[in-house]
């Protein structure tokens, strides 16, 4: 399972999270973009090597990247940007990843941070880059071009389910539950919004099929996150964690986010003007 998740981490650290800023269309966040890699590869290298002195003062390096990217979160909201439905799912797109490198820093150094174990903490770092920045990213970028009640619910329940999702691993599994449940009405809302955007008929077939595939996904991936979160919290059989790293972790990195990224990468370059917009409160890009 380590190497699976390994691979799925590398693909959230090099290709997802610099993809995704690219994606936002603010120029703010171009400077971090261009420097991610600095940060991304030493973080990469340590997912391979042994816990060790070594892996954990690689593992900081990317812990450095993702806080300087959080920052920025702060910095728009206190000017009143991105209060919108829209504005928050970006906002937490860009927080989510520092509490990746947290749990990754721990997990290196052979830490049990908060009493997790550390096969808990490895878990977290793709958790939190998929489901806490891609989705997030991905429900912002839906309510932009649909913002309407589904668009706006997107936006709001995907951060408020990957916040309870958190606060659960603290509170316990019912808590827990209670996250995954919202989670997956959030990213279910997603799916449905970007089946319905793939049927659009002025688009090309390959960013059609991405759509559908990236909607297609999420039913599966969240119906076994439901169900190993109910399984955890009643007693019930449900999937290993073994099993759900191979599927609902691999499903949502490739089904999801990596075809979700390609294919707005492809609506963003056929259609500017309709998906980047100005900024919801300044009137203006940033």
């Known amino acids: 399972m380590s190497a699976l998740v390994n691979a799925i981490v590398m693909l959230g650290m090099l290709v997802v999270v610099p993809a995704g800023l690219r994606l936002t269309g603010h120029q703010e966040l171009d400077r971090i973009r261009r420097l991610w890699p600095l940060f991304a590869v030493p973080g ?16 900081c390096c990317y812990a450095l990247g993702a806080v300087l990217l959080a920052l920025h ?31 990754l820093v721990a997990e290196r150094s052979g830490h049990e941070l908060f009493g997790f174990d550390l096969g808990i903490l490895a878990l977290t770092v793709p958790h939190f880059h998929f489901a806490g920045f891609a ?67 002025g688009r090309d077939r390959t960013t059609r099929l991405l759509l559908f595939a ?17 399984g955890e919290a009643t007693g019930l059989p449900h999937p290993t964690l073994t099993w759900m790293a191979a599927t609902h972790g691999l499903g949502n990195a490739l089904g999801f986010a990596l075809c979700s990224l390609l294919a707005w990468r492809r609506i963003r370059t056929e259609e500017p003007d309709r998906t980047e917009g100005p900024d919801r409160t300044g009137g203006r890009t940033a």
Do not use: K
């Open 73 to 103: 979160a702060p910095r728009r909201a206190s000017r009143g940007r991105d209060l919108d439905p829209a504005g928050i799912a970006l906002l937490t797109a860009l927080v989510t990843p520092a509490v990746a490198a947290v749990a």
């Open 135 to 201: 989705a997030a990213l991905i429900a912002g970028l839906v309510c932009r071009v649909s913002d309407g009640p589904a668009g706006r619910f997107a936006a709001l329940s995907v951060p408020l389910g990957t916040l309870l999702v958190l606060v659960g691993y603290f509170v316990g599994d019912w808590a827990e539950l209670a996250g995954a449940l919202v989670l997956t009405a959030g990213m279910w809302t997603v799916g449905l919004l970007a089946w319905r955007m793939g049927r659009d008929g």
């Open 44 to 59: 990469a290298v340590a997912l391979w090597l042994p816990r060790s002195t070594a892996a954990t003062a690689l593992a």
């Open 214 to 230: 990236s909607a297609a996904v999420l039913v599966a991936t969240m119906l076994l996150a439901l169900s190993w979160a109910l």
